[in-house]
């Protein structure tokens, strides 16, 4: 059975594991294509690397190939087999005017680009033959009356918009009406093209199709559990094997795990080692630290049933399981991490580390 002090050798790599990915979490090789000043097309494999104000391109022929590095003054376009464009454009980010790579979200007489900075921050532009390309943004101040702030936000990007939309008066209301995320702009600029007849392209990414995961981890456990009138102390290992499903239309950031769980553990006034088997299922959200999911967290929240423990053979209980996760992709294998708790019924914490495939 593992004591406190072995936890903390349990612990260890797991901080590792976190410390060393963070600082490398970078993207991986995607399968796509780039376009040069001389208007070839070279495919092969690519990737990004940050620069000082957003990122360049790293690119190779192959995978044993030699990595070239590609700026926006290099190539006017590249593409990436997940579905996304993007072009070298100039433009004004903040006081400067930089060339940098936009995503292409909307090509039409308005169109809609994002682009990223190196803070991973996203920027929306729309571009018309007329004025080019203008930042949509939104300025937030603090006003001061009688003595009393008060937040005050200043729609700057419904100004734009309107004027560019101006052949479609009837938007305007719808405009004033939206909130501001990415979803909806790409709502009105769609509804324009069909006010005025225009044609348009909207670059959407692959469909992502159903992925299964399979894997298993180690957990240490430590918490309390009810046994009679009194509350044990309990202590012991986890041993999990699992299905992680990832939902299709949900891009990578939701899956639904199911996870089998044999556990041996120790309590206070009990002599010898016991066990339990339980059944999980958890709902995963993901937020990448790095592009192509390869770094990222996750909160995880589901269901358990005890359907086998000792020394409460027979009970069939029912915890509320929450959690946070944290892994980091190498080739095909993802290493995993995460500290869960069992709220309800036994009061425990477990520190797990895993690998899945």
């Not at 936890?7 to 990915?21: D, E, G, R």
């Not at 399968?31 to 000043?37: D, H, M, P, R």
């Not at 790293?58 to 926006?72: I, N, R």
């Not at 044609?199 to 918490?223: D, H, M, Q």
Request: aromatic letters at 14%; charged letters at 25%.
């Amino acid at each position: 059975m593992m004591s406190f002090k072995n936890c903390q050798f349990l612990l260890l790599p797991l901080f590792l594991v976190c410390f060393i990915s963070g600082l490398n979490a970078q993207t991986e090789f995607i399968e796509g294509y780039i376009v040069t000043l001389q208007k070839d097309t070279l495919h092969g494999l690519l990737k990004e690397e940050l620069n000082e104000t957003s990122f360049d391109i790293l690119f190779k022929e192959s995978k044993t190939g030699k990595e070239k590095k590609y700026t926006p003054d290099m190539i006017p376009e590249f593409y990436r087999s997940s579905g996304e464009l993007y072009q070298s454009n100039r433009v004004k980010v903040g006081e400067e005017t930089l060339n940098v790579f936009l995503k292409c979200v909307i090509i039409g007489k308005v169109g809609l680009y994002i682009y990223m900075d190196n803070r991973m921050y996203e920027h929306f532009y729309m571009h018309t033959a007329s004025e080019g390309f203008r930042e949509l943004i939104t300025e937030k101040t603090t006003k001061i009356v009688s003595k009393r702030k008060y937040d005050v936000e200043y729609k700057l990007y419904e100004g734009e918009l309107i004027n560019a939309m101006k052949d479609c008066p009837k938007i305007e209301s719808e405009i004033k009406k939206m909130p501001f995320n990415e979803f909806y702009i790409k709502k009105i600029i769609r509804n324009y093209h069909a006010c005025i007849g225009a044609e348009y392209i909207e670059v959407r990414p692959a469909k992502k199709k159903w992925k299964v995961e399979f894997g298993g981890y180690v957990g240490y456990l430590l918490g309390s559990v009810d046994v009679g009138d009194k509350s044990e102390l309990l202590t012991g290992n986890d041993f999990v094997g699992f299905v992680n499903i990832y939902l299709p239309k949900s891009r990578g950031r939701y899956s639904v795990q199911v996870n089998y769980i044999y556990s041996r553990f120790q309590l206070e006034t009990i002599d010898g080692v016991l066990g339990s088997k339980r059944l999980n299922f958890m709902i995963n959200r993901y937020y990448n630290l790095g592009e192509r999911e390869r770094s990222r967290f996750s909160l995880k929240s589901g269901m358990e049933m005890i359907f086998a423990a000792t020394p409460l053979s027979g009970r069939r209980d029912l915890d509320f399981v929450a959690g946070l996760g944290y892994d980091y992709k190498i080739g095909k294998i993802r290493l995993l991490s995460s500290v869960e708790y069992r709220i309800l019924n036994f009061n425990l914490l477990s520190f797990n580390l895993g690998l899945a495939f």
